[in-house]
């Protein structure tokens, strides 16, 4: 069997690349997933798929991979992301009434994305910035010592504004 | 130079000259309360006050006082400067040579400067970590060049074995006696050995990996190839958080250099010994932290753990002895090569020898990176380093050790901090993630947390730990919406006994500590919540009260 | 070509056994008749220690060992049967019990099951924990087999015997811990596999009713496992 790129996007030379680059061992699945998320912001099924004819890995233990680690996403993600911290030290000082406001703010539950498409909502275990807790990454950047009316105005000029 | 590691004792990091450097921290927690705008704003003023060629402005690591970032430094003169915003440049710059800004400075004689003791952070926030040169100008690869050419692999363990190092990720296994192990094993088939460093930290509250990859990269892949040569392995991984681009961006960089200046590579430093790394990035797995799961993950599996033995030193990455070390660990063991093993014992207690480094952070003062001797109080931690707790708050508890620690309350404070006296009050020395909680934190509330982590965080494969962590958080809920009865107080106490004893691996062994802890320390908590409904510290919604108000 | 394996002399519950050095402590007390609770493991596959219910204590090691992964060693003292083990077993398949919705009545392997069996062997009369009743769904789409979730304890032999028997690899895990699950394929319906042969090992070595064969009512699917240590035999042979 021979694996054929689902699309003419030129994304899956990038997933190609990495694979190559790995002699297309089955080991270098992990690697291959990150690409395709990277690449793509999510993992489809046609992806995985292509995967694991590309690498020979049977089609179940690749789907048991994508869904073991919790940094792969098998949905789309909205335009904005808003990663609400849940570390210890965010949680000590207040990150669940973070998630709380933000969550009946746009109308989201965590793990999910606005219906609009704008915003998807997640929680992270920790992304390592407890010195400023609590934090909050909206769009890949990090904002510490976070307060219910900073987040609010925060998104508020990153998300809602476009509406 | 100073082991100290002042910001005072610092080389001449470039050896260009420049009599003045600012050095702007552009470790994540700086960089987030906006330091690249200061880096500029500082470039700005140096060129027009027409300081180029006497002062140079530096990207550098952590410079540890996160909560009062952005943080500059003014090399060789002990000044940091904190909160510093854009508009402070010019008046910094004018500063230079001359007093410094008062109204900016960091008070560099308080405890949470003086007390600390850098053997690991000795670079952090002196030199550029995307530079070789910097390191190298700070004694780096002195260690592994004096490893090549002085040392055999046997003197190498020697060194490792007398400075009493114990391994950094929590357990403080003596890391000597795990590369004797390894140096021991017979390689693969193939003639292979792997040498791994966990850099999946992935205890909540903890960020001393991450520090120090993206302040002082080249330390820790010298302390690989350390490894390698003294272990007899030629390949190294990585394996380190996607959650953390900056540090990964700055490994990759790291690596290219040290391949380009053959510090890593083929015949490095033209000896026989060969060495590569390569960076292998985890997808958030907080299990991938036990190393037979963490050897899965690499090989490209779903990171589960399996029952040890065989131990991976004998049977590890793709069935060949592999040596598994945490950041902080091999962070250690240049400065060990360069000094020697008794110069490192020197420091720390009897059994734990030398400095640990913690992220101190939660209800307390000053938050940030540190790094103190073993055997420290967790008094002097909290309240002097720390600055104590902050709005006249009551002091409630430390925890230590994330989800496999405990909670620590104020009857402890005066005891030393070291992996014994920490786990005889029932946490443990962990990665080092130090968490202050006050009177505004429930104890119950807190252990919920952990559980629901663990259980979320669960592999699903064995059963105590599967099933176990679910019937525990679901218990706890109970307890915490005033459902509870002192049965389900019993059945979670015996659950928390049957996890620990039977479950597969590190995870569900110690997903009960959280809760046995503060059920040793704060059991009139719990019992608050079951016989009273009522949260002490005001936390937890009790469904009655909800009743009862509607 | 044979290779030499010394032979251990070892204890277990006081009495003297030998056994050799390949073998696990499960296999050398199987053999001399000593009882072992066990649902994972399966003669004939890979041991994963997933269980729990086959750990044993050794004298001078402070944790429990799981025997069916454990080789034994020469001068072993193993404790099979001690109180604090029973109970753990106990509370191992209470544990089970509770995760998802065994209804032994309504179930085709009613009478036919491991679990329930051990069940009635451990002394399991009620379970202490709050059923979690997740919602769980059953795959019918497959021509002659059914896939059951509600009845499934994640012991992974058909994960096992169909990558490492049949060689499809039709199964897997999904997701994790709680929330895990086993899958064919992209997790799709059974029926619509691409690898699947249809070969039914997977519903042979499943301990309850998560698998089962098309048309079989409750308390009739009993399971056929002599093809296991047949086929096993048979590919050693050829080697």
């Known amino acids: 069997m021979k694996a054929e790129r689902p699309s003419d996007d030129k994304r899956w030379r990038l997933v190609d690349a990495t694979m190559r680059r790995h002699g297309h061992e089955p080991n270098c699945l992990i690697e291959a997933l990150h690409t395709v998320q990277e690449s793509f912001g999510y993992l489809e099924k046609d992806a995985l798929r292509y995967v694991a ?65 704008q915003l998807s909502l997640l929680t992270a275990r920790c992304v390592g910035s407890c010195g400023l807790a609590p934090a909050v990454v909206i769009d890949n950047k990090v904002l510490g010592n976070v307060t219910e009316s900073r987040l609010s105005e925060t998104l508020g000029r990153s998300v809602e504004h476009e509406l | 130079m100073s082991s100290e590691g002042s910001v005072e004792g610092a080389a001449d990091p470039g050896g260009d000259g420049k009599t003045h450097s600012l050095n702007v921290c552009v470790a994540a927690g700086c960089l987030s309360s906006g330091s690249e705008k200061v880096k500029v704003a500082l470039e700005d003023a140096v060129k027009s006050h027409g300081l180029e060629h006497e002062c140079k402005v530096k990207g550098v690591g952590c410079l540890g006082l996160c909560s009062k970032g952005p943080l500059v430094s003014v090399e060789k003169e002990n000044v940091v400067y904190q909160d510093v915003e854009p508009g402070d440049a010019a008046e910094i710059v004018e500063s230079l040579g001359k007093e410094a800004v008062t109204r900016l400075k960091c008070d560099m004689e308080s405890p949470f400067f003086t007390r600390q003791t850098k053997i690991v952070l000795e670079n952090c926030g002196i030199i550029d970590p995307e530079r070789i040169e910097d390191y190298l100008a700070a004694d780096g690869y002195e260690a592994l060049s004096k490893a090549l050419t002085q040392l055999t692999p046997h003197d190498v363990v020697d060194q490792i074995s007398k400075s009493g190092l114990r391994g950094r990720g929590g357990a403080g296994y003596p890391t000597g006696l795990k590369w004797s192990t390894i140096a021991k094993s017979v390689p693969d088939s193939t003639g292979r050995k792997f040498v791994i460093c966990n850099a999946d930290e992935g205890d909540p509250g903890a960020f001393m990996d991450r520090s120090v990859l993206e302040s002082d990269p080249f330390r820790v892949l010298e302390g690989m190839a350390i490894a390698g040569y003294a272990t007899g392995a030629s390949q190294g991984y990585i394996y380190v958080r996607a959650e953390y681009p900056l540090a990964v961006k700055r490994l990759r960089t790291a690596i290219r250099q040290a391949e380009k200046s053959g510090y890593l590579g083929a015949n490095i430093l033209d000896t026989t010994f060969s060495f590569r790394i390569d960076i292998r990035l985890g997808a958030g797995a907080f299990v991938c932290g036990e190393e037979t799961a963490l050897i899965a993950s690499i090989e490209g599996k779903r990171g589960t753990p399996r029952p040890r033995p065989p131990y991976p030193a004998e049977h590890g990455l793709w069935g060949a002895p592999t040596l598994i070390n945490n950041v902080e660990t091999y962070a250690n063991v240049p400065a060990i090569i360069r000094h020697g093993g008794e ?13 640990k480094v913690f992220a101190l952070a939660g209800r307390v003062r000053n938050t940030g990176l540190i790094e103190v001797p073993i055997g420290i ?42 992996y014994e006296t920490l786990s005889r ?126 | 070509m044979a290779k030499q394996v010394q032979v251990k002399t070892l204890k277990i519950n006081g009495v003297d056994v030998g056994g050799r050095g390949d073998q696990t402590i499960l296999q050398v007390a199987r053999e001399h008749d000593i009882e072992m609770p066990t649902l994972c493991h399966i003669e004939g596959l890979s041991d994963v220690g997933a269980c729990r219910l086959c750990l044993v204590e050794v004298k001078g090691i402070n944790k429990l060992i799981p025997s069916c992964t454990t080789l034994v060693e020469e001068g072993m003292e193993v404790t099979t049967n001690s109180e604090r083990l029973a109970k753990y077993r106990k509370m191992v398949l209470e544990l089970l019990f509770a995760e998802r919705n065994h209804i032994c009545s309504v179930c085709v392997s009613n009478g036919h099951c491991d679990l329930q069996d051990l069940a009635r062997l451990l002394g399991v009369t009620h379970v202490r924990y709050p059923y979690r009743y997740p919602r769980l769904s059953v795959d019918a789409s497959h021509q002659r087999f059914v896939l059951d979730q509600n009845r499934c304890i994640l012991c992974t032999r058909c994960v096992r015997v169909c990558d490492e028997i049949e060689g499809a690899h039709t199964w897997d895990v999904m997701g994790r811990g709680i929330e895990a699950k086993v899958i064919t394929d992209l997790n799709q319906p059974w029926g619509s596999s691409e690898t699947c042969t249809s070969c039914g090992k997977c519903v042979q070595v499943c301990p309850t009713g998560a698998l089962s064969e098309k048309g079989k009512s409750v308390a009739e699917m009993s399971k056929r496992r002599q093809f296991l240590p047949y086929l096993t035999t048979m590919r050693e042979e050829r080697e």
Not at chain 1, 61 to 78: E, L, R
Not at chain 2, 343 to 355: H, I, P
């Open chain 2, 377 to 418: 109080t967790l008094r002097e931690v909290v309240f002097d380093i720390g600055g104590g707790v902050p709005d006249g708050k009551k002091f409630k508890a430390v925890q230590t050790g994330g989800p496999s620690g405990g909670c620590i309350p104020a009857e402890h404070l005066d005891m030393p901090v070291d």
């Open chain 1, 53 to 117: 004819l590309s690498l020979r890995v049977p089609l179940s233990k690749v789907y048991g991979v994508a869904t073991f680690y919790h940094f792969f996403s098998m949905k789309p993600q909205g335009k904005h992301t808003c990663v609400v911290c849940m570390g210890t030290a965010c949680y000590i000082k207040g990150a669940q009434n973070l998630l709380d406001s933000v969550r009946s703010r746009m109308v989201v539950e965590p793990g999910d994305t606005t219906s609009d498409g």
């Open chain 2, 425 to 550: 009050v029932g946490s443990m020395m962990g990665s080092g993630g130090m968490i202050v909680a006050d009177e505004t934190s429930c104890m119950v509330d807190v252990a919920k947390f952990f559980m629901e982590f663990c259980m979320s965080e669960s592999c699903g494969k064995c059963i105590p730990c599967r099933v176990g962590t679910a019937q525990m958080y679901d218990l706890l809920c109970k307890i915490t919406s005033g459902q509870a009865s002192m049965q389900d107080l019993d059945l979670l106490i015996e659950l928390c006994d049957m996890v620990k004893s039977t479950s597969l691996c590190g995870l569900g062994q110690s997903a009960p500590n959280p809760v046995l802890s503060t059920l040793r320390y704060f059991r009139s908590e719990y019992e608050e919540h079951i016989l009273n409904k009522r949260c002490p510290a005001g936390v937890c919604k009790m469904s009655n009260e909800v009743v009862h108000n509607g």
């Open chain 2, 343 to 355: 110069w490192f014992a020197s420091r720390g207690t009897e059994k734990s020898k030398g400095t």
